[in-house]
């Protein structure tokens, strides 16, 4: 197939990029590079420099595509405190001209990357994609919530075939993030240069870390789906933080010390997902343990600062 994907130079979609290419898929990346990096774009990849908010270019690239992955975002949940008008218009407003652009070229076909952070604070755990959606505390929840609600808008009025994944704790090599606000390559990368790590609530959160080349995974097995479906993607396993932590010490076979940085604003105790549904669907599950993706993790930010 033809795909497009949008934030195709960041860490999830360059990794699902590489996949596609994999599986012999036609791959065209548009990315604004505002965050990622060119030189994560697999070069087998075409690449179109835009942003997703030049509506007028997206439907010069979209002929001829036959779906569209849709990861461009701004991501960072304390950034978007401070710029809600900047996440609001690139986040909410590119993923309308997308979808405008997409009507108006006849591209019907969307895989929308959401989160698990639509589910505010959980009812109950595991969470199930039945359940309801949570008030957001912070801009950038609000807007994943609202780009979930204009893909569906955009199947109910213009028949697309819409599939919202909503991933759980995504990791693994070619996190490049700039702030880094993630636990794992935030624990790691002191680790290895042995600085303290920064720990929130004591480590007592628990969190369901999915690896990335079986969230990346995730994306191929929609590609022929017709129809409006939405799916949670996460291991099932919650993980103590403070357990991850002595994870990667077991791992790297040395300790550091603990910065205990209290309690942080906004942060939900447990998030589970429950996979049943796409297991069940599509036959999707999460093969990498959380020992093997952190090894994995731990070698790509290693030869990294071996290299600087
Ligand atoms: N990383 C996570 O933990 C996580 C968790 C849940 C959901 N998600 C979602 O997954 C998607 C990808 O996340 P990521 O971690 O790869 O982020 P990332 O910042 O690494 O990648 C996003 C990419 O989108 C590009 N981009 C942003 N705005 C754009 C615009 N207007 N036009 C064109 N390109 C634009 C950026 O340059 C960047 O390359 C996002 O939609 C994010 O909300 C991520």
């Known amino acids: 197939m033809n795909i497009l994907v949008t934030g195709g130079a960041g860490f999830i979609g360059s990794n699902v990029t590489k996949l596609l290419l994999d599986e012999g898929h036609s791959v065209t990346v548009v990315d604004n590079l505002s965050k990622g990096h060119k030189e994560n774009i697999d070069q087998r990849a075409t690449f179109v420099q835009a942003d997703l908010l030049d509506q007028p270019k997206l439907e010069e690239i979209l002929p001829e595509t036959d779906a569209v992955i849709h990861m461009a975002s701004l ?18 407003i590119g993923t309308v001209k997308l979808l405008e652009a997409m009507k108006n070229t006849g591209v019907k076909k969307i895989i929308f990357s959401s989160s698990a952070c639509v589910y505010g604070t959980p009812s109950k755990l595991p969470i199930t994609e039945d359940d309801p959606l949570g008030e957001q505390e912070n801009p950038y929840g609000i807007t994943k919530v609202t780009m979930e609600e204009f893909c569906i808008l955009y199947h109910s009025l213009f028949n697309f075939d819409v599939i919202i994944l909503r ?6 090599p070619g996190e490049l993030h700039q702030p880094e606000t993630h ?24 969190r369901d870390f999915i690896y990335i080349d079986d969230l990346a995974y995730a994306h191929i097995l929609p590609l022929n789906l017709s129809g409006l479906h ?3 993607v996460g291991t ?29 604003e906004g942060d939900v105790s447990s998030l589970v997902a429950s996979s049943e549904k796409i297991k069940k669907e599509l036959g999707w599950k999460a093969e990498i343990n959380l020992e093997e993706g952190l090894r994995k993790t731990i070698d790509f930010y290693r030869s990294r600062l071996s290299s600087t």
Do not use: C, D, M
């Open 230 to 232: 939405i799916y949670n």
């Open 183 to 206: 636990a794992i390559p935030n624990f790691i990368k002191a680790v290895l240069s042995k600085n303290p790590i920064p720990l929130f609530w004591k480590g007592e959160q628990i």
């Open 236 to 264: 099932e396993l919650g993980v103590k933080v403070i357990n991850l932590v002595n994870t990667i010490f077991k791992l790297v076979g040395y300790e550091t010390p603990i910065n205990h940085k209290g309690e942080r």
């Open 75 to 92: 991501i960072e949940v304390g950034e978007s405190v401070k710029k809600p008008v900047e996440f609001s218009e690139n986040n909410i």
């Open 167 to 172: 991933y759980f704790n995504p990791y693994g």
